[in-house]
């Protein structure tokens, strides 16, 4: 980025013959041109001042350097039965930008396909919407309430997996259903028995994790036809679920105010993160791995997204959406 130089008011900090001399606190962090071309070079704060030659008059600004290397983190935000609903794109390098439905639904899970469009379920009129962008151009509604083909009753959670098929945990009917586009076309349904399926997700094995709020537990479907899961119990109030490409299994305890990570089913290797205090994860809703490689996770009260390098905490970055009660999330 290229920073202009001014003063407090706005004005050209230039007001006389001369030139400005561009300096960084810390240059290894974010080095300047001689013309005032930022450029980041590590995580970190530096500041970059630019003074007038010969008055000395200088301004300032604080640049922050994200470890971050994704593009933009899609977050979905509702307030039941509220008109401000959103799709919220937080931009990494780049403006923010909110998506409102227009109407008063509720979204929740939510998504990108292989095109980037934006995808989200909606609690409240029981159906998948899609959209061309964040300008809400190209805006598709699928499904009705019910339990047929094509029907959903109150759906949260949704994962897309390498093929570029849909799954939504149709919280309401007790089950999950994948499909292959916004027509509904190849409707198949994985009954679960659950109550409350906050969480979903597809390893790239087409393997199917599910949480269970109620129960406190998580399970793991080999496909969409297995009827005998592994179970991974004692879990407080699981919400949002992911894998790394390790293969190991993070869950939110949403009930606890910490992820944990597994290795696998039975619970070996189980690391905890629960920070306390200002940096506390009040009520993590939803969780993902990058394709940094990094963890992010929504924070219901206060924070927003959070993104850790790994389960110590280094390298946390907090970003706020400025939104009310955020829920789901997918990075691209």
């Known amino acids: ?20 001399e561009w300096t960084s606190s810390a240059p290894t962090i974010a080095s300047v041109s001689p013309s005032g071309d930022v450029t980041g070079n590590a995580a970190g704060l530096a500041l970059v001042t630019a003074t007038h030659q010969p008055s000395g008059r200088q301004a300032g600004v604080l640049v922050r350097v994200s470890a971050c290397s994704v593009e933009a983190i899609y977050v979905s935000s509702s307030v039941p039965s509220m008109p401000w609903p959103v799709i919220h794109r937080l931009g990494i390098e780049s403006e923010d930008q909110r998506y409102s439905p227009g109407d008063e639904g509720e979204p929740r899970g939510v998504a990108l396909d292989a095109q980037g469009r934006i995808l989200w379920t909606d609690r409240r009129f029981d159906r998948v919407s899609r ?29 897309v997996d390498g093929q570029g098929r849909l799954y939504v945990s149709d919280v309401g009917n007790r089950r999950i259903v994948r499909f292959n586009d916004m027509q509904g076309t190849n409707w198949t349904e994985l009954p679960t028995g659950l109550s409350a399926m906050y969480g979903v997700w597809v ?39 992911c894998t790394d490409a390790s293969g190991r299994i993070y869950v939110c305890e949403y009930g606890a105010n910490a992820v944990v990570r597994f290795d696998d089913m039975d619970g070996s290797g189980l690391m905890r ?24 996770i929504t924070v219901v009260l206060g924070i927003g997204v959070v993104s850790v390098a790994d389960m110590a905490g280094n390298g946390r970055e907090e970003f706020s959406t400025g939104m009310y009660r955020p829920c789901c999330l997918f990075v691209r």
């Open 1 to 20: 980025m290229t920073l202009a130089a001014s003063d407090a008011s706005g004005a050209p900090i230039v007001p006389v013959p001369g030139h400005v």
């Open 131 to 159: 959209v061309d962008g964040a300008d809400g151009s190209g805006r598709l509604d699928f499904g009705s309430s019910g339990s047929g083909v094509g029907q959903f009753r109150a759906p949260d959670a949704m994962a």
């Open 203 to 241: 390893d790239d094995r087409d393997r199917v994790y599910v949480s269970d709020w109620q129960l406190g537990e998580v399970r793991r479907y080999a496909g969409m036809s297995d009827a005998n899961p592994e179970t991974h119990s004692g879990l407080n109030r699981p919400m949002g679920i």
């Open 273 to 296: 993160y629960a920070p306390a205090g200002s940096l506390a994860l009040e009520r993590p809703y939803d969780i993902t791995v990058g394709p940094d490689g990094r963890l992010y």
